[in-house]
């Protein structure tokens, strides 16, 4: 049976790791792979990178901080932000990525997942779905949060699973950095629409919040500031989850 | 005990190798990318990665001729790690790629995960490794998999994981190990079987 993934995020903006990204007050939280390799030593299950600050000139700094995550980390690497095309893809996962996030161009040119499923095999390819709450469902937001777009959020999971995304990292965009826990709802809506795994992100200021996400059929709960904050750490996240009956890595 | 051994990682350019050679580096090996048949044919130890699909994996050492050279490490017994996909093309065939032959040096035949399961397997599970096993231990491995094999070749021993069923989690004659799962990305577990693997690969390699 599989364990309940907890997996931090590290959002690395010019080869350091920001917090409050979203909200444009950004504050210095370090080495990406010093960072890691704490969270690895903690017991972390997998380590995903944003990198906000992806912009064309900035690949090759990217590169060097992937690879610099990769040579210390003995657990999955998952890498976003700004990959457009499989050259690009191509790139992170030689350097040292396991998997690649897609956001934006995936909804922009939903074939890139086909592509890159098929050329680097479904495991490597996430798709992540930020969703805003739009009346009683969800819409799909791209270009970190800025722009609304009229796609049905569980729709288009069901289409990511089914050109070849591996997982599912779905964003409650309303929810990020609100500290006021997981959009549950969301997360069983596409958890049972889909068959791929799925990671819940965004709202999570405790392990309790994590509990609710994976009882609400999250597979995987992505969490950044709590850790970064030093206020809990993945071991006592675990011992939590593990002390309400979830299977977690031990 | 491990420092500087030579390890040649099979390079079929569809698997990322970077982790892979991270890990042989902590485990104090020195990894050398290879897609040469006389290399794989003739190194000490070497591991064979793979992700992607059964079919680009083969086409991939067919063309190299790679296939031959694992063929007659694998039937002699000489120290290789095969990793995920790098397991199953050592088998005869995938569901995956039906009508693609593999490697053909393990009985194995792979299915697609079946039942109300998520697929791909993509996290944590737990491996069982019986007490003869030598290299392969009971540990938290990170599994990346849709197709598995249900039922162990006859002369190898099993370590068993579950996902809807019982299947192998991994395989091991002597010092050829092969991993449904990935050793490199399974923290100090998967560190303890790439250190063992490489421990009994010197031994292999100075009994000679």
């Not at chain 1, 779905?129 to 777009?149: E, H």
Request: aromatic fraction near 4%; hydrophobic fraction near 50%.
């Amino acid at each position: 049976m599989l364990k309940k993934r907890v997996i931090p995020c590290l959002d690395v903006r010019d080869g350091r790791v920001v917090k409050g990204v979203r909200f444009q007050s950004l504050r210095d939280a370090g080495d990406p792979a010093e960072r890691a390799a704490l969270y690895a030593e903690q017991g972390a299950d997998e380590i995903v990178v944003l990198d906000v600050s992806a912009t064309l000139e900035q690949r090759g700094a990217r590169l060097a901080t992937v690879a610099s995550v990769r040579e210390r980390l003995p657990i999955p690497l998952t890498v976003g932000g700004g990959i457009r095309d499989e050259e690009g893809a191509r790139a992170l996962l030689e350097a040292g990525a396991d998997k690649v996030a897609l956001n934006s161009a995936a909804v922009v040119d939903p074939g890139l997942v086909e592509r890159l499923s098929g050329r680097f095999g479904a495991q490597a390819v996430v798709v992540a779905i930020d969703a805003a709450r739009v009346g009683s469902g969800w819409r799909v937001v791209v270009r970190s949060g800025t722009t609304a777009t009229e796609i049905d959020a569980i729709a288009w999971a069901v289409e990511a699973a089914r050109r070849g995304a591996g997982e599912i990292l779905l964003t409650a965009w309303d929810r990020d950095g609100t500290r006021s826990g997981y959009e549950l709802e969301l997360i069983g809506a596409v958890a049972r629409a889909v068959r791929v795994p799925v990671i819940a992100s965004g709202g999570a200021a405790s392990a309790r919040h994590m509990v609710e996400a994976l009882r609400a059929g999250a597979d995987a709960v992505l969490a950044a500031s709590i850790f970064h904050d030093g206020e809990t750490t993945v071991a006592d996240v675990q011992r939590v989850l593990a002390s309400e009956g979830l299977e977690v890595r031990t | 005990m491990n420092a500087g051994t030579e390890v040649v990682v099979a390079r079929t350019g569809v698997a990322n190798l970077a982790a892979v050679v991270a890990a042989l580096r902590r485990a104090g090996a020195r990894p050398v990318l290879s897609d040469r048949a006389g290399d794989v044919r003739d190194a000490g130890a070497v591991v064979l990665p793979g992700v992607g699909s059964f079919a680009a994996g083969m086409r991939a050492l067919v063309d190299t001729g790679l296939d031959l050279a694992l063929r007659d490490r694998v039937r002699d017994g000489r120290p290789t790690l095969a990793i995920c996909l790098g397991m199953q093309l050592l088998g005869l065939a995938s569901a995956e790629s039906p009508g693609v032959e593999g490697v053909g040096a393990v009985d194995a035949r792979y299915a697609r995960f079946a039942g109300e399961i998520r697929v791909p397997q993509i996290g944590w599970n737990a491996v069982v490794a019986p007490p003869e096993a030598r290299i392969l231990a009971n540990g938290d491995a990170y599994f990346a998999n849709s197709f598995r094999l249900d039922r162990a070749p006859d002369g190898w021993t099993a370590a068993w994981s579950g996902h809807g069923g019982s299947f192998v989690a991994a395989l091991e004659r002597g010092a050829v190990v092969a991993c449904q799962f990935h050793p490199e990305l399974s923290g100090a577990f998967g560190a303890g079987i790439v250190e063992r693997w490489i421990a009994a690969a010197r031994r292999e390699v100075c009994a000679c």
